[in-house]
């Protein structure tokens, strides 16, 4: 059994995530439109982890025997004026899912719902990890992106990146 409002909040998560991934598709399609397909490539990837992390989300429910509840997935509304917004965009978006499973987090503790709390480490570890990756592509775009050979080159690494599935198992 979970507390009523750990519940809400991880329901609450599993938008969030879904959210994610639409955004992140919205990303992806804006890059392919521009002809960058690396990067297109990897914003392509951010969607499926970001499934999968609603997916992990949604089964911890499940196997807690509690009720999903699945609400609209709100449309991506950004518009991008410039190859940089999206990576700044998406480093604030990474920073705001942060605090929101540390708000998960927090209400565990005080709850002292230690199966709760072990299952986040994984996504807490995981937000390190997204913030740190995202933080990085707006750093190397800003010193490579601007040069039309360094964003040709920058792009053709991107393509590269494959998609690994969460090592998490619920
Ligand atoms: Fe599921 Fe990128 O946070």
Redesign the pocket.
């Known amino acids: 059994m979970l507390n009523k409002k750990t519940v809400d909040l991880i329901n609450s998560q599993i938008n969030k ?1 879904f959210y ?1 991934s639409y955004l992140y598709l919205d990303m992806s399609n804006y890059y392919y439109a521009k002809n960058l397909n690396g990067f297109g490539n990897w914003f392509a990837i951010q969607t499926q ?2 499934y999968a ?1 609603a997916m992990l989300f949604l089964k911890y429910v499940q196997n807690n025997g509690e009720t999903v509840t699945l609400n609209a997935i709100a449309a991506p509304d950004k518009a991008y004026s410039d190859f940089k917004q999206p990576l700044e965009t998406s480093l604030k978006h ?1 920073i705001s ?1 942060s605090a929101s499973i540390n708000d998960i987090y927090a209400e565990a503790h005080g709850l002292k719902d230690f199966k709760t709390m072990q299952f986040l480490n994984w996504f807490v570890k995981e ?1 390190g990890e ?1 913030e740190q990756k995202s933080d990085d592509l707006n750093k190397r775009f800003e010193l490579f992106g601007i040069d039309p050979r360094g964003l040709y080159l920058l792009d053709a690494e991107l393509a590269t990146r494959t998609y690994t599935a969460p090592s998490l198992v619920i």
């Open positions: 995530e994610s982890e970001e992390h990474e899912i937000q997204e």
